[in-house]
């Protein structure tokens, strides 16, 4: 493609404020997993969005929160260096009130410290059609930001007004990838992410964020086009690895399924996927394990 405008646009802000959802909605495709569960993404997300007017490359960043252990601390330290090296920093809220205590704090700070153009989104305004101007008023006033918009990407309100602002900011330059490009993530990297996509869809309330996923083997046949993988999941006690097995396996058997069934249609292969559960106390608060998995 010819040269315009290129580079990076961090998304921040707050757990299950909608990132990954609008990251998806403008690429068109599924990069980044999404649950109703907040903190549902751990790393930084490349999703690279080309079209006749440049590239932008949007960064999903973890839900800036108040860490409690060695994951979250990592998962807070991604979102700031994202938000840092980015060109442009789009922070997203939603419906929820604006002074919720440290979270918020956390979000403002990291704003604050970024050195590019700050832009604000108010996203999920399908559910809020009378307040929503409102609630951008307010947050302007702030001065942090330099332009606000109405957001919703469920349903893709204000994606192109967004989309024609960042192109009018960013610095000209090349593309940064080939256009046909939508991610920089390996697939043995969303493969990992969809597995554990359908434990936070599978599990119930808080033993999802006691679990991760470490891919063993990824191995592609081109003659068979087979790829088989094998995945360890790893929970931090004995009564986790039962939940995650359920009686008879079945529970195991249902997270297998769905995540074998969307691997098919990601690669466009016939995919056996072998799963094992395996305790490792506290993985979550030891940076030796975090490191293992790729999380340090």
């Known amino acids: 493609m010819t040269a315009g405008r290129s580079g990076f646009v961090a998304l921040v802000g707050r757990p299950n404020v909608g990132k990954s959802t609008l990251m998806n909605r403008i690429l068109g495709a599924k ?12 790393d930084r997300i490349a999703g690279i969005y080309t079209e006749a007017r440049g590239q932008i490359v949007f960064l999903d960043s973890p839900g800036i929160h108040r860490p409690t252990k060695a994951l979250n601390e990592h998962m807070v330290r991604i979102a700031e260096r994202i938000a840092g090296e980015a060109d442009v920093v789009l922070h997203l809220v939603d419906d929820r009130p604006p002074t919720l205590g440290e979270e918020e704090e956390l979000v403002r700070k990291v704003l604050a410290g970024a050195p590019v153009p700050r832009l604000l989104g ?9 307040s929503a101007e409102r609630m951008r008023e307010e947050r302007m ?39 046909e490009e939508l991610t920089d ?11 554990r996509e359908k434990l936070f869809g599978c599990l119930s309330e808080e ?50 399924t769905a995540a074998r069934e969307e691997l098919e249609r990601e690669t466009g292969e016939r995919v056996y996927l072998d799963l094992f559960v395996k305790v490792e106390k506290d993985w979550s608060r030891r940076e030796t394990l975090l490191r293992r998995l790729g999380y340090v």
Request: hydrophobic share 40%.
């Open 185 to 195: 993530l390996p697939m043995r990297f969303i493969a990992k992410e969809i597995i």
């Open 141 to 179: 006033a702030s001065g942090l930001y330099s332009r606000g918009f109405l957001l919703s990407a469920t349903v893709g309100t204000g994606m192109d007004e967004l989309l024609s602002h960042l192109f009018e900011i960013l610095p000209e330059g090349p593309a940064y990838y080939p256009e």
């Open 122 to 130: 108010v996203n999920k305004v399908d559910r809020m059609p009378e």
């Open 31 to 42: 990069i980044a997993i999404v649950t109703p569960k907040p903190q549902t993404t751990r």
């Open 207 to 256: 033993l999802p964020y006691s679990v991760a996923v470490s891919i063993e083997e990824y191995k592609e046949d081109p003659e068979k086009r087979l790829i088989r993988i094998r995945a360890e999941i790893l929970v931090e006690r004995d009564s986790q690895k039962g939940i995650v097995i359920g009686r008879g396996g079945r529970m195991l058997k249902r997270i297998g």
